[in-house]
């Protein structure tokens, strides 16, 4: 699916392109399959922060992955115990969690802007109290709340990426409308 909008520049498997846009392979009808009236849509071209995104993601991440590898070769240790387990796991999955986004940008699932915006979010929530445990609009938090609000602008306001994501949903509901039901 990744070429169905345009994001690596060739056609998938299901259409072939038509003077800059896509044509789906199926025939209008089956009574005269020589009729050209397939549906033709515009190909959005995958914009250049979203391309960029699944790298800053990973560069991003990468702290998370190296302390967890830290933590596993024992050089980290709480209260003399090595090598230290829990933190191993939660950073872990934490960079699980940041390599399951960049997949799903680098694959272009239509879902991929609200599970980022939902990290975003979950790191907004994490620093706002601070250390201190009250409310802290300076510093380090601020920044947490910052990337929110552009990411949420970005991938929610912004109207080339709203229409590529549009795209993306549109054609997972085509794909998913073709293919059997697995339950019942």
């Known amino acids: 699916m990744s070429g169905s909008i345009g994001g690596s520049g060739t056609p998938d498997d299901a259409g072939e392109f038509v003077e800059g846009r896509i044509r789906t392979a199926e025939p209008a009808s089956a009574e005269d399959p020589g009729q050209d009236s397939t549906p033709i849509r515009p190909v959005i071209r995958r914009p250049t922060f979203v391309r960029l995104t699944p790298w800053l993601v990973l560069l991003y991440g990468a702290p998370y992955g190296l302390v967890a590898l830290w933590a596993l070769l024992g050089e980290a240790s709480v209260d003399g115990k090595s090598p230290n387990f829990p933190l191993a796991l939660l950073y872990g999955g934490g960079y699980f969690l940041f390599c399951m986004l960049a997949f799903s940008f680098w694959s272009e699932k239509p879902w991929s802007r609200y599970f980022l ?6 790191q907004a929530m994490a620093v706002l109290p601070g250390e ?53």
């Open 117 to 122: 915006v939902a990290l975003l979010a979950a």
């Open 132 to 184: 201190t445990g009250k409310l802290v609009l300076f510093g380090w938090p601020r920044i947490g709340v910052v990337g929110l609000a552009l990411g949420g602008w970005y991938f929610f306001l912004k109207p080339s990426v709203r229409a590529y994501f549009r795209g993306l949903q549109s054609d997972w509901a085509e794909q998913s409308a073709r293919e059997p039901s697995i339950v019942g």
